[in-house]
C-alpha cells in the first residue's frame, strides 16, 4: 500500500478529475438524448452538432458457426498488447 506524499497527491488529483469528469459524462448524456428526441429526420445539424441516425451491422458470433466448430481461432487472433487501467474507489 503506497502512502507517500507523491502518490497520495497524484491519487487525490485523479479522484478529482474523475469526479469532474464523471459529472460531465451525466450533462453530455443528457444534452445528447436530448438532441437525439429533437431531430426528426436521418440528419440534422445545427450550432455546430449534428445528429444521424444510421444502421449498422451486427457482430458475428463466431461461436454459433457450424462450419467454425472446430476450428481453432487462436491462429488468427492479433498480437497480445499491454493496456493500462487506473480506477478509483466509489
Not at 2 to 20: G, H, I, N, S, Y
Not at 23 to 44: F, I, T
Not at 61 to 73: E, G
Amino acid at each position: 500500500m503506497r502512502e507517500d506524499e507523491a502518490w497520495t497527491a497524484a491519487a487525490l488529483a485523479f479522484a478529482e478529475a474523475k469526479r469532474v469528469t464523471d459529472m460531465a459524462d451525466v450533462a453530455l448524456a443528457k444534452a445528447r438524448d436530448e438532441l437525439v428526441a429533437l431531430a426528426s429526420h436521418p440528419r440534422e445539424q445545427g450550432a455546430g452538432v449534428s445528429v444521424t441516425r444510421f444502421w449498422k451491422a451486427g457482430s458475428v458470433n463466431y461461436k454459433l458457426v457450424p462450419a467454425l466448430k472446430d476450428v481453432d481461432l487462436s491462429l488468427y487472433r492479433g498480437m497480445a498488447r499491454e493496456e493500462v487501467r487506473v480506477t478509483s474507489a466509489p
